[in-house]
């Protein structure tokens, strides 16, 4: 639907950052998590035609699933990602793990057929692995350490 409205963004581009969610680069494991919303390739076309109309853009990537029999390797497909942003260079990149509220976990593994563990871990690994991805890449973003902020009592 953003496409659209570009002629708007574009008029308010000193006001406005253009944002959009890519969960993963592949394709089928993102229709299993995102069944109704548009292709990481769409996305990734979205931010292509924003900065080249001068809008400031900006990516989360996430959530950021453990691996799973679906998507088994998180570290190339976080490759893959940042080597299709390097391309695009979006003004900021923000990360963040698959957050534990309410029924999500639940959900996902009736989805995925099979158990979600160890977040915590996950979360810290995945927040250093960005991190140097970023730098390897020559981009600029931010981690959410989802998982760090819940108090256990």
């Avoid at 969610?21 to 995102?34: G, K, N, P, Q, Y």
């Avoid at 900021?92 to 999500?104: D, S």
Wanted: some cysteine.
């Amino acid at each position: 639907m953003v496409l659209n409205d570009f002629d708007l963004l574009t008029k308010y581009r000193d006001r406005i950052r253009l944002q959009v969610s890519i969960a993963t680069m592949d394709s089928v494991f993102s229709r299993l998590v995102e069944p109704r919303v548009a292709s990481p390739k769409v996305r990734l076309n979205i931010l292509r035609r924003a900065k080249k109309r001068g809008i400031e853009t900006g990516v989360i990537l996430g959530p950021i699933f453990p691996p799973l029999k679906a998507r088994p390797d998180v570290d190339d497909d976080l490759e893959t990602m940042m080597t299709r942003l390097k391309e695009i260079e979006p003004d900021n990149i923000y990360g963040e793990c698959i957050h534990i509220r309410g029924k999500n976990i639940s959900a996902m593994e009736d989805i995925m057929g099979e158990a979600i563990t160890d977040l915590h871990a996950f979360d810290l690994k995945m927040k250093s692995l960005f991190r140097r991805k970023l730098k390897e890449h020559d981009l600029k973003g931010t981690w959410w350490p989802e998982h760090m902020r819940i108090r256990r009592t």
